[in-house]
């Protein structure tokens, strides 16, 4: 009940500080326009189908690219573990490709890679694979030593110890850079669309804030918005699954 | 009758900075098959690092363990320990249940008859109804009792047991020691128990050994005859006890630096 109530509730007070400032007038409305007036902006675009076709474009890149470049991180992180020469090699290119923003990359990927899926691909992978891939392998090498010594007295080799102790244990920290690099996968996606300018939510924020259409791009905002929130509750079903015992114990202890 | 366990001259240096930090001085000593030891000795004087060694969790610097005859570097099957920091030394992502089945994969039993055994091992220690909370659900005395049972599970015929009782209060420790004597007794099972509690090692144990300060030795070695029932009012009433008590707190006392406090 309170579950479903809390963002009904936010969406309301969201939309009574939207009317307050659109009638308080510190901004012209013409930029800041009424709910209802953006409401009808989001509902011709649907009715275009503009709206839909920019949500699968973005949404897919973003999701796909998401759950792609986690496994390939996490994977990373492991096999990293494993071999600590790879891990020298990885971390020296972590920390310089680390601090690279995506709008950075795109201009130089759209001359290798063209405008299609291989430009997303490559830029979601470069940007995002870094927390999966930096927090499996810290998590991984912090395991508390005691686990570790009720693993060797349960006669667990180095696999059975990473599978049954190392891995679990390490979960919600794994887990809390999957979260970011979720979210920053949906940012490298929306800042390519609005560099390569063909298509994808980015593409049409850009197009229709040059045609000053303010209404609609408050529409298309709302709309990352809430694929941004979907793609946040799919991580956290996600934890719930595999880290859910670290939410119940914070929330004990607190 | 033939050690169950032995250790040789062992010792147990750390490279610490400066200096090396020399923790174990020749410590030597054996555990017969069944029989309960108490080890008692100030805390810092490295009864934990002792028992990491016999465990083989921790190679020591110089000296020897042996298990049943074989030496010891890696952990052997047989023997079971209940960490002192026991509320970590649980899975939290695991059941109370699962978390003593773990301590059963030595034993290759199948997943429902170690699952029984769990749940009658639970039960043993005063859990039944409690199999399926998770360690965070549990107050910190039936977190231990869940160590407990997990170290019981492997059915080892030596138990290390490293201040199992130093985090419960005085009377479900009374319990628990009590608990722990009769399942080892039922078990048929050695104990090697640390404490720093002197009446704690007198009341559970068959044979006392007394640690120095750093780098420690073993002072001196306290035999008991106290018998196989013990009772929380009557042996601590009698004199061989009281005797016994009064040795190794004066061996104790006698041992602590100059001007040290209470
Ligand atoms: N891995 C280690 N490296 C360096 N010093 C250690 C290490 N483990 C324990 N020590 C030191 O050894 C001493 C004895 O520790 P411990 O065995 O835990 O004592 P006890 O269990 O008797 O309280 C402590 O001073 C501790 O700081
Ligand atoms: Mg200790």
Known sequence: ?254 | MTALLEAGGLAKVFPGRPDPVEILRDISFAVAPEEFVSIVGPSGCGKTTLLMCLAGLLPPSSGWVRFRGQPVTDPPRGVSVVFQDYSRSLLPWKSARENVTLGMRRLGLGRAAARDRAEALLAEVGLAGFEGHFPWQLSGGMQQRVAIARALAAESALLLLDEPLAAVDAQTRADLQDLLRGLARKFRQACLLVTHDVDEAVYMADRVLVLSRRPTRILREVPLALGAERDQIDTRERPDYLAARHEILTLIRAARPEGAGA
């Open chain 1, 1 to 254: 009940m309170t579950a479903l109530l809390r963002p009904v509730l936010a969406l309301g007070l969201l939309a009574a500080l939207w009317q307050a400032v659109v009638w308080a007038a510190v901004v012209p409305e013409r930029y800041f326009p009424p709910i209802a007036t953006v409401v009808q902006a989001g509902m011709s675009m649907i009715a275009r189908g503009q709206m839909q076709q920019a949500l699968f474009d973005t949404g897919s890149r973003a999701i796909l690219g998401a759950i792609a470049v986690n496994l390939i991180g996490i994977g990373l992180g492991l096999a990293a573990t494993g071999a600590p020469s790879l891990r020298r090699i990885l971390d020296t290119v972590a920390a310089i490709l680390q601090p690279v923003p995506p709008a950075a990359v795109v201009p130089m990927a759209v001359f290798a890679l063209g405008l299609g899926w291989k430009l997303y691909a490559f830029v979601v992978v470069l940007v995002t694979i870094w927390p999966p891939y930096l927090a499996t392998v810290s998590a991984l090498a912090a395991t508390n030593p005691v686990l570790l010594s009720v693993g060797r007295m349960a006669g667990f080799g180095p696999v059975a110890m990473l599978w049954h102790i190392r891995l679990p244990a390490a979960m919600p920290e794994i887990l809390a850079g999957v979260r970011y690099a979720t979210t920053i996968a949906l940012i490298a996606v929306i800042v390519s669309e609005m560099i390569t300018g063909r298509d994808g939510i980015g593409f049409l924020l850009f197009q229709k804030a040059f045609a000053i259409r303010i209404p609609e791009v408050f529409a298309l905002m709302f709309a990352v918005g809430l694929l941004g929130s979907a793609m946040g509750l799919a991580v956290s079903a996600v934890y719930r699954g595999f880290a859910g015992w670290h939410l119940a114990q914070r929330g004990r202890a607190a």
